[in-house]
């Protein structure tokens, strides 16, 4: 086998190689099957505000039940303190870790509104 056989033998081969090697990043991030770490990141930070929003606009039900507040009382803008005083109150109960305290609250007031 001569040299120019091999050559043209392995041709596809480098072909496919180096459109592979252009192609795949490409594709793998636009499919979203590759994530930077930034993004995965955001994700589970944005989970864990969720997460606690939750646990907090459940809180507020529950405490406003046990008062016999009407949680539709707290809606609209021009019931905004008092919102936030709930939502105030309730974060000394959950346990935030300080980063996303204000996430937490901000969302939590959201969900009340």
Same mark, same amino acid.
């Given at each position: 086998?001569?040299?120019?056989?091999?050559?043209?033998?392995?041709?596809?081969? %480098?072909? $496919?190689?180096?459109v592979g090697l252009f192609a795949a990043p490409i594709i793998g991030f636009n499919a979203g099957w590759i994530t930077t770490t930034t993004a995965s990141t955001q994700a589970a930070e944005e989970a864990r505000v969720t997460a606690l929003a939750g646990i907090c606009s459940s %809180?507020? $039900?529950?405490?406003?039940?046990?008062?016999s507040t009407d949680l539709a009382a707290l809606k609209g803008y021009d019931n905004r303190a008092k919102r936030d005083e709930l939502v105030a109150n309730i974060m000394t109960d959950i346990q935030v870790p300080a980063d996303i305290l204000g996430r937490v609250s901000t969302s939590c007031s959201r969900s009340l509104s």
């Open positions: 086998m001569t040299f120019d056989q091999v050559l043209e033998r392995t041709k596809p081969y %480098a072909i $496919g190689l180096v %809180a507020a $039900g529950r405490m406003a039940t046990a008062s």
